[in-house]
């Protein structure tokens, strides 16, 4: 089922790596059409090499956004998906709806990041997609943690797949315009 959203808008966080950037535009420009307004968040350290993602940074960034008062949807990937679960807990951000590609467990645990206390706190429908066989958290374990967080807000999708990558652009396509 395809419907349009307009009347909302997208607002995508991809991962930290600068070679997410090409990919999130591209996902933008799949699905652009579908949404009154899109914003891609070009993350600050992208321009400056010396500089890594940093959470508060970008957070910053986030409360700049004037469609955020309006009705939207968050995509986001990877470090995308920390920045957006961070800022619903803060009452930052209030999406309709989130679809999460990629949710990095590894990166929770490296950071000691509080993603379960985030994830928690959602109110509305949040739709993680991860593949079988990613690095940063398989289906299996990313389902383990999220059925240990309790909320039935937040559902899982297995895609097929043993990276960290999210090529499949019609298939997240899917996800975000249905």
């Known amino acids: ?71 939207y949807i968050v995509f986001a990937k990877s470090a995308g998906s920390i920045l957006a679960c961070s800022a619903i807990s803060q009452g930052m951000l209030h999406p309709n709806r989130c679809i999460f590609a990629g949710f990095p467990l590894e990166m929770v645990k490296n950071y000691n990041l509080p993603a379960d206390a985030w994830l928690s706190s959602v109110k509305n429908p949040m739709i993680l997609l991860q593949n079988e066989f990613d690095p940063l958290g398989s289906y299996i374990e990313v389902a383990s943690y999220i059925t240990k967080v309790n909320n039935a807000n937040i559902t899982i999708h297995k895609l097929p797949g043993n990276t960290h990558d999210y090529k499949d652009i019609p298939k997240l396509k899917e996800f975000l315009i249905s």
């Open 1 to 71: 089922k395809i419907c349009n959203n307009l009347g909302m808008n997208l607002l995508l966080l991809s991962g930290a790596s600068v070679r997410n950037k090409k990919w999130i535009e591209e996902v933008e420009d799949s699905c652009k059409s579908h949404f009154d307004k899109t914003y891609v968040q070009n993350y600050q350290h992208w321009d400056n090499q010396e500089m890594d993602f940093s959470l508060e940074i970008e957070l910053n960034e986030l409360r700049k956004l004037s469609f955020v008062n309006e009705s």
